[in-house]
């Protein structure tokens, strides 16, 4: 037994000093601490994905440390905007692309290839959580002379406040709203008369004559298949922007989604056994 004990924590001991080194070794940024940092690929890296197999590319990677949620609660309505732009731009350099994520498990420079973006216009920005921790993945196709500047900025988003007095004033609300058969009716009634104008579009179109007016159910008809693809494409980026500035995380966006949903089936049951 004491072997055995003997051997688990040389084991640990080993993993301690190696999480030492690695913590040691790589290039981090921390919100509200260190704000700004050059960065130099530098390392080989060999069958990236969206490379040529077998073709080498230089590649680094950057943590960004977020804040403690606890601590910094007075900060919720703060966005981190992180950004990199090449510190001299009247050098040819190659070009650099860029992934964000979170990903721990994924080793530098092999980030999937749909995941890579380039710099536009020499600088490249994104968003963050103050509250949240993640990976700047870069990568350039050849060794570069020059660096790239990689900075924080935290700036005020307003809506963040707008959005928790809201939602503070629907919890408080919310007994109130499933006692009510006014809130039930008039909003069984919205969903109602919005499914009545579609059909009566639809029907409308329809019985539309041939000739001038086919042409004009054909406009309306592209119209709409026109505006519902932007909305079914428009829509989901948009949930997940703001869900990624509320601070939900990528690996959330399911669950809420699902929530949403099983809320829509209930509601509507409800309205069902009120009317």
Known sequence: ?????????????????????????????????????????????????????????????????????????HRFSYAVSVKVSYLNSSLHMPNAEICFHRNLSLGVGMCPQGQWQKLSKDSWSQKMSPFDHKLVDVRMAGPSLGALNLTLEEEFSAYRTVFLVLGTVLIMLGPTFSESLVFYYSSAMVLGIILVILIVLFQGMKLLPTGRGNSIAIFLYSSLIGVGSFLTRYLPRLLRMLLAEIGVSEDLYNPVCKLYVIYSQEHVWHVKMWS
């Open 1 to 73: 037994m004491d072997v055995a004990l003997l051997h688990l924590l040389i084991i640990f001991s080993a993993f301690a000093i190696s999480a030492t080194f690695v913590v040691a070794d790589e290039l981090s940024l921390a919100v509200g601490e260190s704000n700004e940092l050059q960065i130099v690929p530098s390392v080989p890296v060999i069958n990236s994905p969206g490379s040529k197999p077998g073709f080498s590319i230089f590649a680094e990677r950057v943590h960004i440390h977020g804040l403690s949620r606890m601590k910094n609660l």
